[in-house]
T-cell receptor, first 113, second 112 residues
Framework: DTAVSQTPKYLVTQMGNDKSIKCEQNLGHDTMYWYKQDSKKFLKIMFSYNNKELIINETVPNRFSPKSPDKAHLNLHINSLELGDSAVYFC????????????FGDGTRLSIL | AQSVSQHNHHVILSEAASLELGCNYSYGGTVNLFWYVQYPGQHLQLLLKYFSGDPLVKGIKGFEAEFIKSKFSFNLRKPSVQWSDTAEYFCAVKGNDYKLSFGAGTTVTVRA
């Protein structure tokens, strides 16, 4: 049973396209996150939702829009993809906004041609 | 906001050698500290965490870390590494702003 699952695992697309990455967690957690890991392995928080409400919105281009239809899902939609968007995107979840550890998905490797 | 620095970018060692990875953070308030490991091609997994109490915490796979408040440090150690410990190691800090800030990561390569 996968706790945090992301789809797709790999995404190869052309500049200018619009794409979505889906994330689901079956842990009953209240809080979910999106991280971007660049080519140097640096991990940076992008967004966080707690009970479907946005609580963290880092300096991210507004081409990136998260959507949380319910607290078990947090999807990431990206418009007008650019070369610099190539990265691995990780979804994570935690019990709540407190100090419990975050559980990560397997990542989505996005490659822009 | 807090920042996290990991001293070593890449560490190469032989099996059975001891490992210590440095981590320092800058944040004046109460922090919660974590070490995560990312094996090649896999997601991040929690190795250990510190919230309060005994500053020496033990995690999975024989890892431990020591929180030294006066030095703003949370170094990771393992007395004897195995080839399977080859991975990327990330130190992370959470303050009062809900955000988990990661260090840049240390690549550990263990040679058989």
């Amino acid at each position: 049973d996968t706790a945090v699952s992301q789809t797709p695992k790999y995404l190869v697309t052309q500049m200018g396209n619009d794409k979505s990455i889906k994330c689901e967690q079956n842990l009953g957690h209240d809080t979910m996150y999106w991280y971007k890991q660049d080519s140097k392995k640096f991990l940076k928080i992008m967004f966080s939702y707690n009970n479907k409400e946005l609580i963290i919105n880092e300096t991210v281009p507004n081409r990136f829009s998260p959507k949380s239809p319910d607290k078990a899902h947090l999807n990431l939609h990206i418009n007008s993809l650019e070369l610099g968007d190539s990265a691995v995107y990780f979804c994570a979840s935690s019990q709540d906004v407190g100090n419990q550890p975050q559980h990560f998905g397997d990542g989505t490797r996005l490659s822009i041609l | 906001a807090q920042s996290v620095s990991q001293h070593n970018h890449h560490v190469i060692l032989s099996e059975a050698a001891s490992l210590e990875l440095g981590c320092n953070y800058s944040y004046g308030g109460t922090v919660n500290l974590f070490w995560y490991v990312q094996y090649p091609g896999q997601h991040l997994q929690l190795l250990l965490k510190y919230f309060s109490g005994d500053p020496l915490v033990k995690g999975i796979k024989g890892f431990e870390a020591e929180f030294i408040k006066s030095k703003f440090s949370f170094n990771l150690r393992k007395p004897s590494v195995q080839w399977s410990d080859t991975a990327e190691y990330f130190c992370a800090v959470k303050g009062n702003d809900y955000k988990l800030s990661f260090g840049a990561g240390t690549t550990v390569t263990v040679r058989a």
